[in-house]
């Protein structure tokens, strides 16, 4: 098994510009986390998807993001305008979610996004 | 979830059993300790989880105090890969899922 995709695995933007950064959970995984790590805040969830729908946004910082999953295999986290202060790396992980206390969760590799 | 308390960071020597505590005096019946570590760049792996009983799998030992409020991760013969950040998280386990919320963590260094 592949794991967790992420990509692109580094993204380096100027401000105001449109950011999408893409997710390919592990096949038959019926959660995705999409989390931020940052020196300030360290990781944080953002958004999380169970069976392509989501189940809680309340870590998404603003308007500016939005997150979707089209299917279940793919999940995309997007910015629009992005500024600097969404410079961070951005992970993905997802779960198999039926398999009670041993649900542990995979991470993706990380995009490291830069804002300029 | 209940918060939990770790030490800012740890040196152990190659070869020796690294101990990282974890204390998380308010932890429900219902909350499992979970433990994850981030290695330099990368996301975050799961190394054990545990609710009362002690737990050893390939990578570590959990131990859990019988009061639950404490709990420390053993690493039995601790290599320069072990270097990382060890995340302790506590966390009610139910037949879904739940997102993990991490601390600030350990840093773990390994040294020659």
């Known amino acids: 098994d592949a794991g967790v995709i992420q990509s692109p695995r580094h993204e380096v933007t100027e401000m105001g510009q449109e950011v999408t950064l893409r997710c390919k959970p592990i096949s038959g995984h019926d959660y995705l986390f999409w989390y931020r790590q940052t020196m300030m805040r360290g990781l944080e969830l953002l958004i999380y998807f169970n069976n392509n729908v989501p189940i809680d946004d309340s870590g998404m910082p603003e308007d500016r993001f939005s997150a979707k999953m089209p299917n279940a295999s793919f999940s995309t986290l997007k910015i629009q305008p992005s500024e600097p202060r969404d410079s961070a790396v951005y992970f993905c992980a997802s779960s198999l979610g039926d398999r009670g206390p041993g649900n542990e969760q995979f991470f993706g590799p990380g995009t490291r996004l830069t804002v300029l | 979830d209940a918060k939990t308390t770790q030490p800012p960071s740890m040196d152990c020597a190659e070869g020796r059993a690294a101990n990282l505590p974890c204390n998380h005096s308010?932890?429900?019946?219902?909350?499992?300790v979970y433990w994850y570590r981030q290695i330099h760049s990368q996301g975050p792996q799961y190394i054990i989880h545990g609710l009362k009983n002690n737990e050893t799998n390939e990578m570590a030992s959990l131990i859990i105090t019988e009061d639950r409020k404490s709990s420390t991760l053993i690493l039995p013969h601790a290599t320069l890969r072990d270097t990382a950040v060890y995340y302790c998280?506590?966390?009610?386990?139910?037949?879904?899922?739940?997102?993990?919320?991490f601390g600030k963590g350990t840093r773990l260094s390994v040294i020659a």
């Open positions: 308010t932890i429900s019946g219902n909350e499992y």
């Open positions: 998280i506590v966390r009610v386990a139910v037949s879904g899922n739940t997102p993990l919320v």
